[in-house]
């Protein structure tokens, strides 16, 4: 076996002294086998604690995605393996907070997605495209984003979107025929677009254009809150969560998506009653 063989072996089979001894001695611990798949995702997936946080420590990576998409978290997930799970997940979250410090210190004034919010996007049918051809959102996450409108519209009838896009969860949300509807939105191309659709002419839209944190003195409380916005980070979506309790009314809805990074469970799909 020769040493790559051997890292995956041990890997598998929970051998942490082994690992280290490779490790030592230089062997790759970001390495993908025929399958596609890390040492870190099968460690994972055999609940493997010890390994876990020895090739995490040594720089494995924990938000490589398998061939299916599936994280290292997502297989500890998978398999029941909830402590290697959240060794993970705290891995992930330490990560979020540390590149949201730099990606802060980096910017001008404080704004992490300021880069994107200056820089022009580009609009086709099925997607929204940001300046380094990187997608803000596309046509694919539609389901998902008609199932955060189903949740959030069962709160009430004063409906609250961080983040227009590409209007997906607008136009679900406008299914409920809310009374009223606020959407917030901070790139000017994307305001234009929304106006030049038509969004500023409806009766029960009120369009917010700015950064959701700077418009916060022009909000009211909701009954069902729905957040998506791009470029942002951990913290940012944390922060906004300590405004919600003045944000939600009593009883209100409130779901966000977001895809921070693959092992965090968190990423879409939530919805919270407050
Ligand atoms: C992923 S898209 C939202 C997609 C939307 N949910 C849909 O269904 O089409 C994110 C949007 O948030 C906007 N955005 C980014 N940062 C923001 C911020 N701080 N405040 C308000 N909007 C922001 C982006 O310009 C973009 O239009």
């Known amino acids: 076996m020769d040493e790559c063989e051997q890292l995956f072996a041990a890997a598998r089979g929970g051998d942490?002294?082994?690992?280290?001894?490779?490790?030592?001695?230089?062997?790759?611990?970001?390495?993908?086998?025929?399958?596609?798949?890390?040492?870190?995702?099968?460690?994972a997936k055999h609940g493997h604690a010890e390994v876990v946080k020895t090739l995490l420590e040594h720089g494995a990576p924990w938000?490589?995605?398998?061939?299916?998409?599936?994280?290292?978290?997502?297989?500890?997930?998978?398999?029941?393996?909830?402590?290697?799970?959240?060794?993970?997940?705290?891995?992930?979250?330490?990560?979020?907070?540390?590149?949201?410090?730099?990606?802060?210190?980096?910017?001008?004034?404080?704004v992490c997605n300021g880069d994107y919010l200056e820089d022009r996007v580009s609009f086709s049918e099925d997607k929204v495209m940001d300046a380094?051809?990187?997608?803000?959102?596309?046509?694919w996450e539609k389901p998902l984003m008609e199932a955060?409108?189903?949740?959030?519209?069962?709160?009430?009838?004063?409906?609250?979107?961080?983040?227009?896009?590409?209007?997906?969860?607008?136009?679900?949300?406008?299914?409920?025929?809310?009374?009223?509807?606020?959407?917030?939105?901070?790139?000017p191309d994307v305001y234009k677009r929304m106006i030049e659709t038509g969004w500023g002419d409806k009766n029960n839209v009120k369009i917010i254009f700015g950064?959701?944190?700077?418009?916060?003195?022009?909000?009211?409380?909701?009954?069902g809150i729905f957040f998506d916005t791009y470029g942002e980070y951990y913290e940012d979506l944390r922060d906004f969560h300590h405004h919600l309790p003045k944000l939600l009314k009593p009883g209100g809805i409130y779901s966000f998506f977001n895809g921070l990074c693959g092992d965090i469970q968190t990423q879409g799909d939530r919805s919270y009653e407050v």
């Not at 979107?161 to 939105?185: C, K, L, R, W």
Request: hydrophobic share 45%; charged share 20%.
């Open 63 to 110: 938000n490589a995605l398998s061939p299916s998409n599936l994280s290292a978290g997502d297989f500890a997930l998978e398999a029941g393996h909830q402590e290697v799970f959240q060794i993970l997940l705290n891995a992930g979250i330490q990560a979020e907070l540390v590149l949201g410090t730099i990606a802060r210190k980096e910017s001008k004034n404080g």
């Open 211 to 223: 950064r959701w944190q700077d418009v916060l003195p022009q909000l009211e409380s909701y009954d």
């Open 148 to 187: 955060h409108a189903k949740a959030v519209c069962m709160g009430g009838s004063h409906i609250l979107n961080v983040g227009f896009g590409m209007g997906i969860v607008d136009t679900a949300i406008q299914q409920y025929s809310p009374t009223m509807h606020t959407i917030i939105e901070a790139h």
């Open 16 to 43: 942490a002294d082994k690992l280290r001894a490779l490790i030592d001695s230089g062997v790759d611990v970001s390495l993908f086998d025929g399958e596609g798949l890390t040492p870190l995702m099968h460690a």
């Open 132 to 139: 380094e051809s990187k997608a803000v959102m596309m046509a």
